[in-house]
């Protein structure tokens, strides 16, 4: 079955403890990314890879990091979170970048930081 | 950069048409305009997408009109089923940026 599954699914964790939340697809995507989901705000791009190696900032990149070593894998790397990245997170592919084709998104990780 | 509008919210009853439009101005003039469904507890699913005019499959349509600074996304026939969260989703021009609307809760009542 074609799908982006992102683990775990619940977090919690306290400030200053380093924790990865991994995303892996399974549809040869070139394209993936990262995005936090908050109440009143919608969804905001945190960071994106147009493929393998390459990666670039979204809209709120600040306290996150990303890699993308293989095609199918693009981990989300908290160094030292806060609670203010206390949120639910969303991963996605596509076949293509950007809005050229439709997005495929994992079901989320709620991440609580005290 | 790009900014996105879209009603907080909006109630129907089944059987109705609902149109929700999404205001998005300095968006990439060679990009599609794409619209996505959420459901409690679960990602974004993609529901449509277009670039002009008017585009329709077996779910919506999708109304844009030629200055591309607004987008109306057509549920012909509502049911309980469809009461969910409906994002717009635009590139932020210059970049690659994708930015999403607030998002429109549509609630569907018997």
């Known amino acids: 079955e074609a799908q982006v599954t992102q683990n775990p699914r619940y977090l919690i964790t306290v400030t200053g403890k380093k924790l990865t939340v991994t995303c892996s697809q399974n549809?040869?995507?070139?394209?993936m990314s990262w995005y936090r989901q908050d109440p009143g705000l919608g969804l905001r791009q945190i960071y994106y890879?147009?493929?393998?190696?390459?990666?670039d900032k979204g809209d709120v990149p600040e306290g996150y990091k990303v890699s993308r070593k293989e095609k199918r894998n693009f981990p989300l790397i908290l160094e030292s979170p806060s609670p203010n990245q206390t949120s639910l997170y969303f991963c996605?592919?596509?076949?293509?970048?950007?809005?050229?084709?439709?997005?495929?998104f994992g079901n989320g990780t709620r991440l609580t930081v005290t | 950069l790009a900014k996105t509008t879209q009603p907080i919210s909006m109630d129907s009853y089944e059987g109705q048409e609902v149109n929700i439009t999404c205001s998005h101005n300095n968006i990439a003039t060679n990009d599609y305009i794409t619209w996505y469904q959420q459901f409690p507890s679960q990602g974004p699913r993609f529901i449509i997408q277009?670039?002009?005019t008017k585009v329709t499959n077996e779910v919506a349509s999708l109304f844009i009109p030629a200055d591309r600074k607004s987008s109306t996304l057509s549920l012909p026939r509502v049911s309980l089923s469809d009461t969910a969260v409906y994002y717009c989703?635009?590139?932020?021009?210059?970049?690659?940026?994708?930015?999403f609307g607030t998002g429109t809760l549509l609630a569907v009542q018997p």
């Open positions: 549809m040869n995507h070139e394209y």
């Open positions: 996605a592919s596509s076949f293509r970048e950007g809005l050229r084709s439709p997005l495929h």
């Open positions: 890879s147009m493929n393998v190696e390459v990666t």
């Open positions: 989703l635009v590139n932020g021009g210059a970049t690659n940026k994708l930015i």
């Open positions: 277009g670039y002009k």
